[in-house]
């Protein structure tokens, strides 16, 4: 190496070195996947499709159901694939009513998150409805906080629409003001937070460090519309349909700029209605593996 390359390289390293930490590009190491996704697949074959969902190059699963399987089979099948899940999607009831058991389910299966996604319709309407959610999410996260475990709450975007139940205060404003953060957790489905008319940078800016988990998917105004998603939409929401992420219109990158502040250790892909499911995962974890920010 001569002179004149020697200083060249030397001034390049020190300029990169130089450079404050938060200029450096990131990456998500471990895409995750929400099974949700491929339901139905699951349904007709189990192991076969936790086999194609480790193959497409997924790292992580987030259950939402077990399909009779056991907690000790759907480990054994995990290891089998070499994945991890660190969360799972449990009901309302199941937090209310079954709260010890699922919380041995998933010391069983290794998870270190069991999240809530959602409020039924009718207590959502209830005088007291969103108060008796949060003390009992309160009672949850403290029990499975004691027992290693941490408590969430999963968004979708009615949350984001003012309830006359709560005098016209937004539900997920009161979700985050009444429980404890310690306790309960937010996994921010970033599509219904965004189709609710919200940016997910506002709460990662009053609520630093309050979002470890998320769902990534997008949402496209373009095309077909109208759909409410299984009532996870509202009469306020910004009409539209679901797509991959990387092909709507959530700024995914700009998001994902502020992990560290919102507190994001886990990134799950979700499509509530794939059109091809496997192709649509490709697509999916392609768009994140390659995403920088």
Known sequence: MN??????????????????????????????????????????????????????????VEFAGYFSKS????????????????SEHVSYDAV??????????????????????????????????????????????????????????????????????????????????ETDPKLVKLEMDLCWITVGGRDPAEYFNRYPGRFPLVHVKDWSTKGPGGKDYGGATSAASKPGHIVDPGQGEV?????FAQSDKAGIEHYFVENDEPKSPFDDLKTSYDYLAKLRF
């Open 71 to 86: 907690p000790q089979d759907v480990r054994k099948i995990l290891d089998a694939n070499k994945l991890v899940s660190p």
């Open 96 to 177: 209310e009513k079954k709260w010890p058991e699922t919380l041995e389910a998933a010391h069983t299966i290794g998870q270190t998150f069991v999240v809530c996604p959602s409020i039924d319709a009718a207590q959502r309407k209830e005088p007291d409805g969103w108060k008796r959610a949060a003390e009992l999410f309160n009672h949850a996260g403290e029990a499975a906080r004691k027992a290693g475990i941490q408590f969430a709450y999963h968004n979708h975007a009615f949350e984001f629409e003012p309830s006359e139940a709560l005098g016209g205060k937004v539900p997920y404003d009161f979700l985050l003001a």
């Open 3 to 60: 002179r004149r390359t020697f200083i060249g390289t030397s001034i390049a390293t020190a300029v990169v070195a130089s450079r404050p930490p938060w200029t450096a590009e990131h990456r998500i190491k471990r895409v995750g996947l929400q099974l949700y996704t491929v339901r139905d697949l699951m349904k007709q074959g189990f192991e076969d499709t936790i086999a194609k969902v480790a193959q497409t190059g997924y790292k992580e």
């Open 251 to 255: 700024d995914f990158k700009r998001i």
